[in-house]
T-cell receptor, first 114, second 113 residues
Framework: AQSVAQPEDQVNVAEGNPLTVKCTYS??????LFWYVQYPNRGLQFLLK??????LVKGSYGFEAEFNKSQTSFHLKKPSALVSDSALYFC????????????FGTGTQLKVEL | SQTIHQWPATLVQPVGSPLSLECTVE??????LYWYRQAAGRGLQLLFY??????ISSEVPQNLSASRPQDRQFILSSKKLLLSDSGFYLC????????????FGPGTRLTVL
C-alpha cells in the first residue's frame, strides 16, 4: 500500500529565510505527488503537484517542490519565508487504485517568526 | 469556475442524536466526491468516496454512512452519534478523469457532547 511520511511535526524558520518541509513517499508504479496547505479551521488548499516532467515543480504563493526519485522524496521549498506562510502543510500521494484517491501524510506545522 | 460548499460550518450535537452533513459542488459535472475526517487538527482520514450517483465506497468501518442522491451532492449521515465522531469533516471533489488534484470545501466542525 502507498504511504507518505512527513518526519517533522513542526518547522520553525525566521521570516526572510528559506524554508523546507520534508516529505518521503512509498508507492508502487509511477508516483503522483501533491502538496496542500491548511490554515486554522479551513479546508485544504492545493499548492502544487508532480505528475511527470521536470523534477522542480513550481506552485502557488512562491512555493516549489523538488521531486527526487532515488530518494523517494518530494520536499516543499520556498526561498524566502513570510509570516503569512505559517500554516499546516500536507504531502499526499495518489493511490494507484481507482477513484483518484489520495493518501496524506500527518502534516507539518510551519511557524515563521519575525 | 468550480466551487464546493459545505454546511453547516459548525455543529454541536448530543450523543445519540442523528447527523446529516451536506456537500455540494458547482461548475462541474460527474465529479469524484470524497468525505474526510480530521481529528485534532492533524491527519486526514478518508471515510467515503463516490465515483457516481448512488456509488459509495467506504474506506473504514464506522458509525457513519454516505449517500450521493444527485451528481453534485454528497451527504454524510449517522443515526446515532458517538463522542468519537467529533472532528473536522472535509468534503472534496476531483475531476473524474486524469491525474488531478482534489479540491476541498471549507469543512464542518462537529462537536459531540
Amino acid at each position: 500500500a502507498q504511504s507518505v511520511a512527513q518526519p517533522e511535526d513542526q518547522v520553525n524558520v525566521a521570516e526572510g529565510n528559506p524554508l523546507t518541509v520534508k516529505c518521503t513517499y512509498s508507492v508502487s508504479g509511477n508516483p503522483y505527488l501533491f502538496w496542500y496547505v491548511q490554515y486554522p479551521n479551513r479546508g485544504l488548499q492545493f499548492l502544487l503537484k508532480y505528475i511527470t516532467g521536470d523534477n522542480l515543480v513550481k506552485g502557488s504563493y512562491g512555493f516549489e517542490a523538488e521531486f527526487n526519485k532515488s530518494q523517494t522524496s518530494f520536499h516543499l521549498k520556498k526561498p524566502s519565508a513570510l509570516v503569512s506562510d505559517s500554516a499546516l502543510y500536507f504531502c499526499a500521494v495518489r493511490d494507484p487504485g481507482g477513484g483518484n484517491k489520495l493518501t496524506f501524510g500527518t502534516g507539518t506545522q510551519l511557524k515563521v517568526e519575525l | 469556475s468550480q466551487t464546493i460548499h459545505q454546511w453547516p460550518a459548525t455543529l454541536v450535537q448530543p450523543v445519540g442524536s442523528p447527523l446529516s452533513l451536506e456537500c455540494t459542488v458547482e461548475g462541474t459535472s460527474n465529479p469524484n466526491l470524497y468525505w474526510y475526517r480530521q481529528a485534532a487538527g492533524r491527519g486526514l482520514q478518508l471515510l467515503f468516496y463516490s465515483v457516481g450517483i448512488g456509488q459509495i465506497s467506504s474506506e473504514v468501518p464506522q458509525n457513519l454512512s454516505a449517500s450521493r442522491p444527485q451528481d453534485r451532492q454528497f451527504i454524510l449521515s449517522s443515526k446515532k452519534l458517538l463522542l468519537s465522531d467529533s472532528g473536522f469533516y472535509l468534503c472534496a471533489w476531483s475531476p473524474r478523469s486524469g491525474l488531478n488534484e482534489q479540491f476541498f470545501g471549507p469543512g464542518t466542525r462537529l462537536t459531540v457532547l
